[in-house]
């Protein structure tokens, strides 16, 4: 018998009165404490992406270490939302989601300093990534998130986003013109798409497919894992400009109640679990497109698809364009955020 129908039939027994007391069935511990059989974890894209096998080394640490006490079971397409993406964080506020690894965009809707992530060209590799999410602006982040309701354990990675499109290769904002492209939901995104000339629309990641496939959009972008994983090239994408314009971030986060409902000791797993996956996660989200380690490059120019490098002045074009955009959300962000994350940038080792 499952443990859930267990309980289901003692406390069915106890109702109807024919279970005197002591109850003949041991009551599972997690019971008494009040646990609950199975908790659910929401995510955009499962295994294999990076982000979904996050997300399994999560729950797989999590059920290893407390003896089966925690199930995870993940939910990727974000279907706990019915695929909306935006309204993610909402529902892990509302206790409808009980566990998260969400990308920084998905929940500025609702947290708008998550934008900083987003303001163009502000992180130009991965250790300034780090730099933000393992100093100052990390942190008053995670404490944005505590304040707002959730419990914020753990960072990861989606990744640079790169530009990807069906028509043609892209090395100045002028080449974007005309092209229209699926962006995801964060007004900033639209901004920087159409001060850079192109037509951007905004919608889910499982609406973005589709519209690939349709030629509906022209093109996207995401980082390469994404693109390789989901097979984009098989979608008419086969031009991809290397202009690492913004990374999105991930976040493990975890429901206030859902998070009180547990032991002190298994709240230690849950966080600790969360802080190693993310690590995992990192690492795959990384794998084949830094430094010397090219292989996700090679791997798609094996595709048939081309591959464009900006140079510096290339780049620099890109930047200009979106300046104002820059400014403008860094209002939206709050200035004295993007200062501390200007100032970890540079400093950076
Ligand atoms: O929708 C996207 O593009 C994705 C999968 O990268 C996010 O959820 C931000």
């Known amino acids: 018998m499952k443990r859930r129908d267990l309980l289901k039939s003692t406390v069915g027994l106890a109702a109807a009165g024919t279970l005197s007391a002591p109850m003949l069935l041991p009551t599972p511990a997690y019971a008494q404490a009040g646990y609950r059989a199975e908790y659910n974890m929401s ?19 999590v059920r290893e270490r407390t003896q089966g006490r925690i199930n995870i079971k993940l939910h990727p397409g974000a279907s706990l939302v019915g695929g909306d993406q935006t309204r993610e964080f909402t529902a892990i506020r509302q206790g409808v989601i009980d566990l998260a690894i969400g990308s ?3 929940w500025s809707p609702q947290i ?25 602006a990390g942190r008053d982040i995670m404490g944005l998130l505590e304040r707002s309701g ?14 990807t499109n069906s028509k043609r290769a892209i090395r100045t904002p002028a080449d974007m013109r005309g092209l229209k492209f699926r962006v995801v939901g964060s ?18 990641w499982a609406d973005a497919q589709p519209a690939l496939a349709t030629g509906a959009v022209d093109g996207q972008e995401n980082p390469l894992t994404i693109f390789t994983v989901a097979r984009l090239h098989t979608v008419g994408q086969k031009f ?12 493990f986060v975890a429901n206030r109640e859902v998070w009180n409902s547990w032991s002190p ?20 989200a990384r794998a084949g497109i830094t430094g010397s380690d090219r292989a996700v490059l090679e791997q798609i120019r094996g595709l048939g698809v ?32 993007v200062a501390k994350a200007q100032a970890a940038i540079a400093a950076r080792g």
């Open 150 to 163: 959730v419990v914020p354990l753990a960072w990861g990675e989606n990744g640079f986003r790169e530009l």
């Open 265 to 284: 000791a298994d709240r230690d797993i849950v966080r600790a679990a969360a802080v190693e996956a993310g690590r995992h996660n990192i690492q795959l």
């Open 187 to 204: 007004p900033i995104f639209l901004e920087v798409f159409t001060a850079l000339g192109a037509n951007p629309t905004q919608m889910s």
């Open 104 to 106: 920084t965009i998905n």
């Open 43 to 61: 995510l955009v894209v499962g295994p294999p992406f990076p982000w979904g096998l996050g997300g399994q080394r999560w729950a797989e640490l």
């Open 306 to 337: 081309e591959i464009t490098e900006l140079n510096d002045a290339q780049r620099n074009a890109f930047r200009e364009a979106t300046k104002p955009v820059f400014d403008k959300w860094s209002e939206q962000v709050g200035r004295d955020l």
């Open 240 to 251: 991809v400009t290397l202009w690492g314009y913004v990374a999105d971030p991930l976040i």
């Open 112 to 136: 708008r300093a998550l934008n900083l992530f987003s303001l163009p060209f502000l992180m130009p590799d991965h250790r300034a990534i780090d730099a933000l999410t393992g100093g100052e």
